[in-house]
């Protein structure tokens, strides 16, 4: 995806993957910056350790507190930091800037791909790690109406809600399931990526038909467990890759200053998990 953006955009660049244990992702984040690296996403468990690991943390990291995109900046003759992209020279300095496009992308996703209207929606959340924390706050900063919270360990999904009334005390917060029916489901466990996983919900607790709407993060495979038996309850339905989309696509123009070319990044994701 982030391959085909960039040589859209006619940029000789090149996006890798590296496996780096935790351990070790403070060294990794300097040896990138001493070798001039012009940008980094990070994925789990990376996001929350980067936190304290970067030079400077845009507000979007600040708000979401997690970093899933670093930029590497240099500083010009007149003191301004800009992206490492626009050096012709690598500069003497040079700062790691961390930034969150995961919590825009989730809303992006959610309104493009299901059409669901934020504000104003009850909304059951399942799970209360990394992904379902930003998702949680972002939900609750577009004004839902209500947000249920469920996670397999309790106290982590009632550390969240608190969280939440305290940030966004307007919204209806409730640790458990609704009693009645919601405008989304929205998966944000692990919970469908293997064969034999259960289901992300408990359906004496709560039935998948009473929902109008039901996204789950995962995107391999294309329809989970829990979409398959959405979609045969008469859900819309989506899954993960919209938001895996546009958060690359907001990564890839805080890197470049360029806007990108969702076309050519969405047909390359689609060819690369089908």
Known sequence: ?????????????????????????????????????????LTVPHKLLAMDLVDKLDESAKIWGAVNTVRFEGQNEQGQWRPLGQFSEPPEQVRSHGFNTD???????LEEDLNVQLAGARILLLGAGGAGRTAALKLASRN?????????TESKAQALAKEISKRYPEVKVTVG?????????LNATSLGLKPADALPLDETKFSIS????????IY????????????????????????????GAKALE???????????MRRALDKHLS
């Open 210 to 217: 009473r929902s109008k709407t039901v996204y789950d993060m």
């Open 220 to 247: 391999r495979p294309a329809e989970t467990p829990m979409l398959k038996i959405a979609k045969a309850s008469g859900c819309r339905v989506a899954n993960g890759v919209g938001m895996l989309l546009y958060q």
């Open 1 to 41: 995806m982030q391959n085909a953006g960039i040589a859209a955009l006619g940029l000789n660049w090149r996006y890798l993957a590296f496996d780096v244990h935790p351990e070790r992702l403070g060294i990794a984040l300097a040896g990138a910056k001493a070798a001039r690296f012009l940008g980094i996403n």
């Open 144 to 152: 839902a109406a209500e947000l249920f919270l469920v996670n397999r």
């Open 177 to 185: 399931y609704p009693s009645d029916r919601v405008e989304l489901v």
């Open 103 to 109: 919590a825009e992308a989730i809303t992006q996703a």
């Open 254 to 264: 805080l890197w470049t200053g360029q806007s990108a070319p969702l076309t050519v």
